[in-house]
């Protein structure tokens, strides 16, 4: 009887965050926008569009509960072979997003850090998130890593190469000073969206001993509901850390 009422209170999205223990860093592969703009008969990038708007309700909300770091996968170096247009447009979404909040940002005290090559950016792109890192960078609440044109293979190559070139032995520590998200360390919880399983290069040394939680819906629709449903899940896991049960 007493399972059956907590599963009820489960499926009734009542879940009470209090007691349970708040992931440091999540990471999110955020995947389904195009599938949910087709369920609309509407075009991918309206897809995509609706995914940034939820990007940043969460990214709120995750604040406000007390998430220090999230990691975002926006566009992996592997995504360059889409369409062009379908391509064009997600450089305009990051670009227009960012101008659309630069003078509002501070206000939420969530600092924001692009990860990923910065190589095949445009200016334009370049100037922008320097200038919306820059209005951040003093603020006290979450970060918010935006990994685009990101690739966690071409990471670690990445702190490999300034390793050496700084001279130093490689080690495992070293590696973890020299990742884009250095300040974030390990990822916690790891979501991905839409019902997929794979982990598509992303933080593949980050989520070494992260919780795994999937969800069936489609990034434009997970909201803090969910979000306090992933926590709820990732706090009945037992994390051993290659040790033994406690
Ligand atoms: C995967 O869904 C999503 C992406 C490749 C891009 C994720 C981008 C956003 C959430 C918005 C952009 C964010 C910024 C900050 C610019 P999919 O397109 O592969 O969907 P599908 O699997 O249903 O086709």
């Known amino acids: 009887m007493a399972l059956f009422k907590k599963r009820r209170k489960e499926n009734n999205d009542e879940i009470k965050l209090e007691n349970l223990n708040i992931p440091n860093h999540i990471g999110i592969i955020m995947d389904g926008n195009g599938r949910w703009a087709k369920r609309r008969g509407m075009p991918r990038t309206y897809g995509h569009k609706a995914g940034v708007d939820n990007l940043i309700e969460l ?23 889409r369409p062009k247009d379908e391509v064009s447009y997600l450089m305009y979404l990051l670009d227009s997003t960012f101008n659309r909040l630069i003078d509002t940002i501070e206000k939420d005290n969530i600092k924001m850090k692009i990860v990923g090559e910065k190589d095949k950016l445009s200016d334009q792109l370049l100037d922008v998130i320097k200038r919306m890192e820059e209005k951040t960078k003093n603020c006290t609440g979450m970060t918010l890593f935006i990994a685009f044109n990101y690739g966690s293979r071409q990471e670690i190559v990445h702190a490999c190469k300034e390793i050496v070139n700084e001279g130093k032995e490689i080690s495992i520590d070293e ?12 990822v916690d919880l790891l979501i991905r969206t839409s019902g997929e399983q794979r982990i598509s290069n992303f933080m593949l040394w980050q989520i070494s001993y992260s919780e795994i939680y999937t969800a069936d819906t489609y990034w434009p629709d997970f909201n803090g509901d969910c979000l306090n449903k992933a926590i709820l899940e990732y706090n009945k896991r037992d994390r051993r850390f290659g040790g033994l049960k406690k």
């Open 59 to 81: 990214s709120k909300y995750a604040n406000s509960i007390g998430v220090k770091y999230m990691t975002v996968y926006a566009f992996s170096t592997e995504n360059w072979s």
């Open 175 to 186: 590696i973890q000073n020299h990742l884009y998200t250095k300040d974030g360390g390990d």
